[in-house]
């Protein structure tokens, strides 16, 4: 069974640049797995920052973007703020008809 | 604004059931396909189940087909997720979401919590 990946963890420092990765456990992420991305911090439900892989939802800052990068899906994040330290979630479009989210990867901001 | 808002969490025994409702407002509801997605409590997300405009196409998570039943009442503005046969590993949030018609979720309710113990 396949399944989405994400690295567990990652740290950036304020102001840097960060770039989380959503792939399949077998095969590639391509346009047509539309991957999308979600934030949530403790408490809180999902905010959705990108969808269809680069698309910025409204109100979302220009500095998250998202790609595809070689065989995987990429949310990059640039000069980190503190408010971005949260969970990130990928969910991408399978060839069964459904989705699967990642794993999810805790962002630290320090 | 658009609003999702979720009802019909509880405690409930194992093998039990339960009815899970989602009242949307602020947009046209039969617009959108709808889902569920959950949450179990300190890990991650986890996709559930879909159903389409019309109500007539029905998507599930291999982990609850033939247990759970998605529906939709379009006069009622309202999906619903019946939960049969629950187990404990049923015990999660479960958040009602809107998808955007353009390969997202763009909107998400507060969730209802399930909780599944004897």
């Known amino acids: 069974q396949t399944v989405v990946t994400q690295e567990p963890s990652f740290s950036v420092s304020p102001g840097g640049t960060v770039t989380l990765t959503c792939g399949f456990s077998s095969g590639s992420v391509s346009p047509t797995s539309y991957p999308s991305w979600y934030q949530q911090t403790p408490g809180q439900p999902p905010r959705t920052l990108i969808y269809n892989t680069n698309t910025r939802s409204s109100g979302v800052p220009d500095r998250f973007s998202g790609s595809i990068l070689g065989n995987k899906a990429a949310l990059t994040i640039t000069g980190a703020q503190a408010d971005d330290d949260s969970d990130y979630y990928c969910?991408?479009?399978?060839?069964?008809?459904?989705?699967?989210f990642g794993g999810g990867t805790k962002l630290t901001v320090l | 604004q658009v609003q999702l808002v979720e009802s019909g969490g509880g405690v409930v025994q194992p093998g039990g059931s339960l009815r899970l409702s989602c009242a949307a407002s602020g947009f046209t509801f039969s617009d959108h396909v709808m889902h569920w997605v959950r949450q179990a409590p300190g890990k991650g997300l986890e996709w559930v189940a879909a159903v389409v405009r019309d109500g007539n196409e029905k998507l599930y998570a291999e982990s609850v087909k033939g247990r759970f039943t998605i529906s939709r009442d379009n006069s009622r503005n309202t999906v619903y997720l019946q939960m049969d046969s629950l187990r404990p590993e049923d015990t999660s949030i479960y958040y009602c979401?809107?998808?955007?018609?353009?390969?997202?979720?763009?909107?998400w309710g507060q969730g209802t919590l399930v909780i599944v113990s004897s």
């Open positions: 979401v809107r998808d955007n018609n353009a390969w997202g979720f763009d909107c």
């Open positions: 969910v991408l479009f399978m060839t069964s008809g459904t989705w699967a």
